[in-house]
C-alpha cells in the first residue's frame, strides 16, 4: 500500500533553516515524480518544488528559488526539502506528494490534478 509520511515540521526565525523529509512506502520514489506542496491559511494549495523521475529535472516555484532545495534519497526512499533563509510568508502547511504514473511528469512539475498521494502534512511556522 503506497504512503508518504513527512517530518521535520517546526517554528524557526525568519533567517533560519528548516529540513522536510517525506518517507514513500509501498512504491519506489526515484521512479515518480515527486514534489513539494504548501497551504497557508485561506490560501490555495501551491506548488513548491518537483523533482523528475531519475533526478534529472527539478523545478522551484519562483518564490522559493535559490532558497529551497528538493532531493531523494535513492537508499531511504525519502524525499527531502531543504528549507534555507526562511521568511514569514513560507508559514504553511507543507505536503508532499507523488504522480500516479511511473516514469512522468508533467512539463512545469508535479501539479494537483496529477497526484496520485499525498502525505499527512506538516506545519512550518516562520516567525519576524
Known amino acids: 500500500q503506497e504512503r508518504l509520511v513527512e517530518s521535520g515540521g517546526g517554528s524557526v526565525q525568519a533567517g533560519g533553516s528548516l529540513r522536510l523529509s517525506c518517507a514513500a512506502s509501498?512504491?519506489?520514489?526515484?521512479?515518480?515524480?515527486m514534489g513539494w506542496f504548501r497551504q497557508a491559511p485561506v490560501k490555495e494549495r501551491e506548488g513548491v518544488a518537483s523533482i523528475w523521475p531519475g533526478g534529472n529535472n527539478i523545478y522551484y516555484a519562483a518564490s522559493v528559488k535559490g532558497r529551497f532545495t528538493i532531493s531523494v534519497d535513492n537508499a531511504k526512499n525519502t524525499l527531502n526539502l531543504q528549507m534555507n533563509g526562511l521568511k514569514p510568508e513560507d508559514t504553511a502547511m507543507y505536503y508532499c506528494?507523488?504522480?500516479?504514473?511511473?516514469?512522468?511528469?508533467?512539463?512545469?512539475?508535479?501539479?494537483?490534478?496529477?497526484?496520485?498521494?499525498w502525505g499527512q502534512g506538516t506545519q512550518v511556522t516562520v516567525s519576524s
Open positions: 506528494a507523488s504522480a500516479r504514473t511511473k516514469w512522468w511528469c508533467p512539463t512545469g512539475g508535479l501539479d494537483l490534478p496529477s497526484v496520485a498521494y
Open positions: 509501498g512504491f519506489t520514489a526515484r521512479s515518480y515524480c
